[in-house]
Nanobody, 116 residues
Framework: QAPLVESGGGLVQPGGSLRLSCAASESSFSIKSMGWYRRAPGKQRELVAS????????LYTDSGKGRFVISRDKAKNTIFLQMNSVTPEDEAVYYCNLVPPVQSIWGQGTQVTVSS
């Protein structure tokens, strides 16, 4: 079983919303900080948002502030990224991982495509 499985991506119109999910199979992840990363075409992967084991969120991209909300359900060992007012600049493959990331556990990610 993959350590991290992302889902929830898809095609969304500009101004629309999506909720991404990341299910972790390792129970130890529930006591660690986790985050959402993204890789846009032609760009390096960047950290978008993180959340501590106690649920304290941090957003790292100015463009996401006020639009993205990260949360986690410790009982389900799952983290979420609520994306609102999506713009074309949000188009990317979104991944979850620990913060800092562990290279060996990157998942397949989930594609977010923004188009009208």
């Amino acid at each position: 079983q993959a350590p991290l499985v992302e889902s929830g991506g898809g095609l969304v119109q500009p101004g629309g919303s999506l909720r991404l999910s990341c299910a972790a199979s390792e129970s130890s992840f529930s006591i660690k900080s986790m985050g959402w990363y993204r890789r846009a075409p032609g760009k390096q992967r960047e950290l978008v948002a993180s959340i501590t084991s106690l649920g304290a969120p941090t957003l790292y991209t100015d463009s996401g502030k006020g639009r993205f909300v990260i949360s986690r359900d410790k009982a389900k060992n799952t983290i979420f990224l609520q994306m609102n007012s999506v713009t074309p600049e949000d188009e990317a493959v979104y991944y979850c991982n620990l913060v800092p990331p562990v290279q060996s556990i990157w998942g397949q990610g989930t594609q977010v495509t923004v188009s009208s």
